[in-house]
């Protein structure tokens, strides 16, 4: 079994700042890909931005605000978020494409963890 767990979401005011972070663990010979995606209410959930093998793709709402990092060793992804608009209220849920110790392949989300931009 590969579990995902999040952390880090909260309350903030427009123009606000956090930062997410997502921990994997379990049955993990590599991981391909991580990244983060969110689910505003009555919306699809849509990717927000993804790192795999250290290149980075950003969904255009997000770009010049948010910053994906990664630490392979520790199986780890974090988002930075910056200058936060009411429009980034959403949950977010981690995903990670990972390769399991007999070689086969799955992709894995977290429990999401809720982000909210208001004044």
């Known amino acids: 079994q590969v579990q995902l767990v999040e952390s880090g979401g909260g309350l903030v005011q427009p123009g606000g700042s956090l930062k997410l972070s997502c921990a994997a663990s379990?049955?993990?010979?590599?991981?391909?890909?991580m990244g983060w995606y969110r689910q505003a209410p009555g919306g699809e959930r849509e990717l927000v931005a993804t790192?795999?093998?250290?290149?980075?793709d950003y969904a255009d709402s997000v770009k010049g605000r948010f910053t994906i990092s990664r630490d392979n060793a520790k199986n780890t992804v974090s988002l930075q978020m910056n200058s936060l608009k009411p429009e980034d209220t959403a949950v977010y849920y981690c995903?990670?494409?990972?390769?399991?110790?007999?070689?086969?392949?799955?992709?894995?989300w977290g429990q999401g963890t809720q982000v909210t931009v208001s004044s």
């Open positions: 995903k990670a494409n990972v390769v399991r110790r007999s070689l086969a392949t799955n992709d894995y």
């Open positions: 379990g049955n993990i010979r590599a991981i391909n890909a």
């Open positions: 790192n795999s093998g250290g290149l980075t």
